[in-house]
């Protein structure tokens, strides 16, 4: 798209490297694309004059400028990456797209019934919403990078792009510093007997969501004098990069050691003789749930973290594609599988039921006595903050 104006030359996006505007007669250099320089490992520029007609074509040839082999394999190979790539993203569009609406049903599930507000309970909200920040910064972000309007990218690249992936990467350590609060939080339930619950969730908010401020904003000082390169969407500095991975791979290796240690106090629980039949069922159910939450919290992050160029399709499958799936299994664990929930939306129904069909009220009656007795058992404590003998109860 060559753009003229009366002036000149307006700013042109091609797709590869901002031009700025110019005048006419003169000649504009930019540097090649930092994905180029890791591509071929050398720098170099590309030109292009600014003419009354408006902007010519690039010279020399951008592969011969930057280094780039653009043979009939490479073509085919790109051709097949790009095809992989529109899958991809078809995939994990689907992913967040799905986890989105189930998170916000399990959400309001959560907000909506008294009786399951426990400080347990607000920590897995926050983690919904972590989750549904990191969804709703996805989507944002491929919308400032993908947009259409290819005349205003030149200027996006400036301000509002960069904005858009601060608030991205701000949610993605976000998100892992909810995980790492959910492993925090379950592990002091089984190692302390007595704590503070307002003091214990003070401290999680403030490690959920403030821990991640910092971390972004020291990461977005170090970007912004070390590599204030476009839209800040390739990290091709490793050592910058190793500001946000650095804390996002020492949470996971936190998550994960308490996982293990949580299972090992299951275990020991289990082989011990006081251990009655009921509450080895509920140690087996907390013991599952943490089996299947070891590889929901990130583990594979820390394993492509280190892996080679050659492997990037493959953790980009990992990453975006089952990744984005993660929240809808956060949301069934935390909240459709969990027997509080399922016991209050019970009663609800059949309160409901009962309003709905006053013609029968000796059968509803003794129906809803039956119910009303069943969760009363299985809620007993507090009905603002379940006893640690109803969190055993509960699977999660």
């Not at 799936?325 to 939306?345: D, K, M, S, T």
Request: net charge positive.
């Amino acid at each position: 798209m060559l753009v003229l104006s009366l002036a000149g030359c307006e700013g042109l996006w091609d797709n590869v490297s901002c031009w700025p505007s110019s005048a006419p007669g003169q000649t504009v250099e930019v540097e090649c694309p930092r994905f180029f320089w890791v591509l071929a490992g050398r720098n170099g520029s590309v030109f292009r004059n600014c003419t009354e007609g408006g902007w010519s074509e690039i010279f020399p040839r951008p592969d011969l400028a930057c280094g780039v082999n653009v043979n009939d394999s490479y073509n085919e190979a790109s051709e097949k990456r790009h095809k992989y790539l529109l899958k991809l993203k078809v995939m994990y569009t689907v992913g967040y797209s799905s986890s989105l609406v189930m998170l916000l049903v399990a959400l309001s599930i959560l907000c909506a019934f008294r009786r399951l507000h426990c400080t347990r309970n607000y920590i897995h909200m926050h983690l919904f919403v972590s989750f549904i920040l990191r969804a709703l910064s996805i989507f944002i972000k491929d919308a400032v990078l993908f947009s259409s309007d290819d005349g205003v990218q030149c200027d996006t690249h400036r301000v509002g792009c960069k904005l858009a992936m601060l608030f991205f990467q701000y949610c993605i350590v976000a998100n892992y510093a909810w995980l790492l609060v959910e492993g925090l939080y379950l592990h002091t339930l089984l190692v302390i007997s007595f704590f503070s619950e307002r003091k214990c969730l003070q401290g999680c908010v403030a490690l959920g969501w403030g821990s991640p401020a910092i971390v972004v904003a020291a990461w977005a000082i170090t970007r912004h004098f070390v590599e204030d390169v476009g839209c800040w969407d390739i990290n091709a500095n490793a050592s910058v990069w190793w500001v946000i991975r650095g804390p996002v791979i020492l949470s996971i290796l936190i998550n994960f050691i308490l996982f293990i240690n949580i299972l090992r106090i299951l275990m020991r629980k289990l082989r011990t003789q006081e251990t009655r039949g009921n509450e080895a069922n509920h140690y087996k159910r907390l013991a599952k749930s943490t089996l299947l939450l070891i590889p929901l919290f990130g583990v594979h992050y820390i394993v492509f973290a280190f892996s080679p160029d050659n492997a990037m399709e493959i953790q980009l499958f990992f990453e975006l594609a089952l990744g984005s799936f993660q929240g809808l299994v956060v949301a069934i664990l935390y909240c459709f599988l969990n027997g509080e929930v399922q016991l209050e939306v019970q009663k609800t129904w059949r309160q409901w039921h009962l309003h709905e069909l006053p013609l029968r009220p000796v059968a509803l009656s003794s129906s809803f006595s039956n119910g009303t007795s069943g969760l009363t058992h299985g809620t007993s404590g507090s009905p603002s903050e379940p006893s640690r003998g109803t969190y055993r109860a509960s699977v999660i």
